[in-house]
């Protein structure tokens, strides 16, 4: 049991940790949110939609999505078109660190992480065709072991990506250097749209 639960929990760190919608979201919330708890929002709901992702897959919902190849790309297209204008939204975001600015309410902030955890094709593609593929070495409790780990990791790395950008805050109070990350982050999710671009042309041909 112990060797499924460091497998999972590998695997799935392994999955998380590269810069993609998800994890930019969640920093940028930590950022720009006056204090930490009013971030929770966001990551209480990106660590939810992992759970669904996650529990989905290991139980066999990766078979069905990657055995009907119509239902790949549609997932394929509606992740495109949002990547695209959540680019664009974080390309022309302006710094919220400045007195009398208005974050991300609640409501927004879950509206927005639910979008970006499960109409990002990337993120969802790799949750089912990754860990629930992994998951069949497993069977009995050493599944759910492994399925425990892989959930584990997403909280850590969540609440840990928001304690790293509230300290961001700390350092930029001016918001100055918050301007540059928007511009990196939606380079970094203009490029994961090519990337599906580029996967989708490879199915097509």
Not at 27 to 37: D, E, K, M, P, S
Request: hydrophobic share 55%; with cysteine.
């Amino acid at each position: 049991m112990i060797h499924a639960f460091i497998y999972g929990a590998i695997l799935a760190f392994g999955l998380i940790v590269p810069l993609g919608v998800q994890n930019v979201f969640v920093f940028n919330q930590g950022a720009t949110q006056l204090h930490y708890l009013h971030a929770l929002p966001s990551v209480l709901t990106a660590f939810i939609c992992d759970v669904i992702l996650i529990l989905g897959s290991v139980l066999g919902v990766s078979v069905v999505v990657l055995t009907v190849p119509w239902l790949k790309i549609v997932i394929f297209l509606i992740g495109i078109v949002f990547l695209v204008y959540m680019g664009w939204v974080t390309w022309n975001s302006k710094a919220k660190l400045r007195e009398g600015s208005t974050p991300l309410s609640p409501k927004r902030q879950i509206a927005f992480a639910v979008s970006v955890s499960l109409l990002n094709p990337h993120a969802l593609l790799d949750t089912i065709g990754v860990i629930g593929t992994n998951a069949l070495h497993f069977s009995g409790k050493e599944k759910w072991m492994y399925t425990f780990a892989c959930i584990f990791v997403s909280f850590c790395w969540f609440c840990g990506l928001s304690i790293a950008g509230h300290f961001f805050h700390k350092i930029d109070k001016t918001g100055h250097k918050m301007l540059y990350v928007n511009k990196l982050s939606a380079i970094i999710i203009w490029g994961v749209a090519l990337y599906i671009v580029w996967q989708l042309l490879q199915t097509a041909s």
